[in-house]
């Protein structure tokens, strides 16, 4: 069982900057490609991004695409999504996800592991 711990979450204004982290615990993280995915009030939960076990490959939603980065390091079981240049519609809840294969997925099908969300809010 895969227990995902995010933080780094807060109220910034736009243009700004926040590094979101998912600490995983009870699992062996490289068997898990990671992605984050954020939920604004009224929406559907959205993919922004994922990476495979190596951090080699990633992808990324075209709304944060050059904004922000994912990465992971797997010394310390943790992923990262750095968020530059933050706008008022990135607000949400963000969760990260840990999926049933090693390779990255843009589906939220494929993640069997959830954290419990970090809330991000951006004002204008």
């Known amino acids: 069982q895969v227990q995902l711990l995010e933080s780094g979450g807060g109220l910034v204004q736009a243009g700004e900057s926040l590094r979101l982290s998912c600490a995983a615990s009870g699992g062996t993280f490289t068997s898990y490609g990671m992605g984050w995915f954020r939920q604004a009030p009224g929406k559907e939960r959205e993919f922004v991004a994922t990476?495979?076990?190596?951090?080699?490959?990633?992808h990324y939603a075209d709304s944060v695409k050059g904004r922000f980065t994912i990465y992971r390091d797997n010394a310390k079981n943790t992923a990262y999504l750095q968020m530059n240049s933050l706008k008022p519609e990135d607000t949400a809840v963000y969760y990260c996800?840990?999926?049933?294969?090693?390779?990255?997925?843009?589906?939220?099908?494929?993640?069997?592991?959830w954290g419990q969300g970090t809330q991000v809010t951006v004002s204008s």
């Open positions: 996800a840990a999926a049933r294969t090693s390779q990255p997925s843009t589906a939220q099908a494929f993640y069997y592991y």
């Open positions: 990476i495979s076990w190596s951090g080699a490959t990633s």
